[in-house]
């Protein structure tokens, strides 16, 4: 049986893409590592943020939707992520790093069993820094950060989700994907897709009441990873064998994928790690300019005249 070695990367909506660029690439010190488009729907951005090369397990991505409204809070939805930092003092860095760009912050304190502090981005999504001294060894340091190596965001860690059926996604973590339990209480439980190990780790709480209606700010859904195509082929059948509606493989061009809803209705995409963003930029130059997958390109004049030009803000 294969095993899931953690998150690949998480999609959410923003409705500035110059506001959530400055934000990620200044404020948090991470590297715009793609600019390309939804290739559902190609009139809108689709940014990546990551470590020097956007390796799995890093990648913050965003679908920039202008129209888009409030996000309503609820249940059945995923509705924080977590980053991990090298150490406490880490904490303290971004805490007076918060306080000098204006970002809505907590105090220091704890989540998930770890030292953490809670904080937000311009869209109102929900965010918390984790203490960690595990090394992510596939995460590279971005030497052209603004943001020390030594307190750089190192890639995700716990992602958060708030059901209903809290034993229904427990059972599609542990029983079809192999996730571990490590704690529980009675609305809160722990679950590691490799144990011990924080970087692939989700927390499932229970809330009732009526579901949450996604606006700015809200989580699209997360992306778990496999090494490559058979083992995505084989996760493939295991959806489908569990009576889930798969999407199928489908090519992004940068990895391939397929989507699925579990039984609470949270979106799950599962990813595969290769090939990667260097597929069609080298790494001295990734993030820099629009990039198209090959069957978008016949299109680039059509698609750039409906982008508006993203504004680059230098740190203050």
């Known amino acids: ?147 020390p190596e030594e307190h750089q965001i190192q890639g995700m860690g716990p992602i958060e989700m708030t059901v209903r059926r809290l034993e229904k996604l427990a059972n599609t973590l542990t029983d079809m994907f192999g996730y571990t339990e490590v704690s529980r209480n009675e609305s809160e439980a722990i679950f590691q897709s490799v144990e011990g190990e924080t970087f692939g780790e989700i927390v499932v709480k229970y809330m009732d009441g009526p579901s949450e209606r996604p606006g700015r700010g809200s989580i699209h859904h997360l992306a778990i990873r496999v090494r490559n195509d058979e083992e995505l082929a084989y996760w493939d059948e295991q959806v489908k064998q569990r009576g889930f509606h798969s999407s199928g493989i489908v090519d992004r061009f940068y990895f391939k994928s397929l989507y699925f809803r579990e039984s609470n209705g949270i979106l799950f995409e599962i990813a595969t790690d290769e090939p ?27 698609i750039e005249a409906k982008l508006a030009p993203i504004e680059e803000k230098e740190e203050e």
């Not at 290739?39 to 991505?61: A, C």
């Not at 953490?116 to 109102?124: M, T, Y």
């Not at 990667?276 to 016949?298: H, N, Y």
């Open 1 to 147: 049986m294969f095993t899931i070695p953690g998150h690949h990367h998480i999609s959410m909506i923003t409705k500035n893409a110059s506001q959530n660029n400055h934000f990620y690439k200044q404020v948090l010190g991470l590297r715009r590592v793609k600019v390309t488009v939804n290739q559902d729907d190609p009139s809108m951005y689709h940014l990546f943020y990551g470590d020097k090369t956007g390796s799995p397990g890093t990648e913050l991505t965003f679908f920039e939707i202008p129209m888009s409204g409030h996000t309503y809070r609820g249940t059945n939805a995923i509705t924080r992520i977590g980053l991990l930092v090298p150490s406490v003092e880490s904490l303290h860095y971004w805490k007076e790093r918060f306080e000098k760009y204006d970002v809505y912050h907590d105090e220091i304190s704890t989540y998930a069993n770890r030292p953490a502090l809670k904080f937000e981005d311009p869209d109102g999504l929900r965010l918390v820094l984790l203490a960690s001294s595990e090394r992510i060894d596939h995460w590279e340091t971005w030497e052209k950060s603004n943001v």
């Open 276 to 302: 990667g963003f260097t597929v069609d930029s080298d790494v001295e130059s990734l993030g820099e300019q629009l990039d198209l997958p090959p069957f978008l390109e016949e299109r680039r004049e059509e």
